[in-house]
């Protein structure tokens, strides 16, 4: 049986549940999941320069393509608390 990271299982379940595009600002907590999406493929990613601003994007993306597929990253900080704001 084939291994890989859970971290690369974690991308390939966003692109089984249909996520295209993911808007973020990479750091440090979160480098293993940017790494994951290069080496994997297929989900493209913008990046925005305030955590908040991505999942400003994100919505608007979605909204705009009707799908549902854009994705907003945050790292485990203060900062991903702003990325809430869009949540619910």
Do not use: Q, W
């Not at 966003?14 to 790494?35: C, H, K, Q, S």
């Amino acid at each position: 049986m084939a291994k890989m990271r859970a971290i690369e299982a974690a991308v390939l379940v966003m692109r089984r549940e249909g996520i295209d595009t993911a808007f973020g600002v990479p750091g440090a907590a979160i480098n293993p999941l940017y790494a994951a999406l290069n080496k994997i493929g297929g989900i493209d990613h913008v990046l925005a320069r305030h955590v908040e601003g991505a999942s400003h994007m994100a919505e608007g993306n979605s909204r705009a393509a009707c799908d549902g597929g854009p994705m907003g990253l945050a790292c485990s900080n203060t900062r991903s608390e702003r990325i809430a704001t869009k949540l619910g």
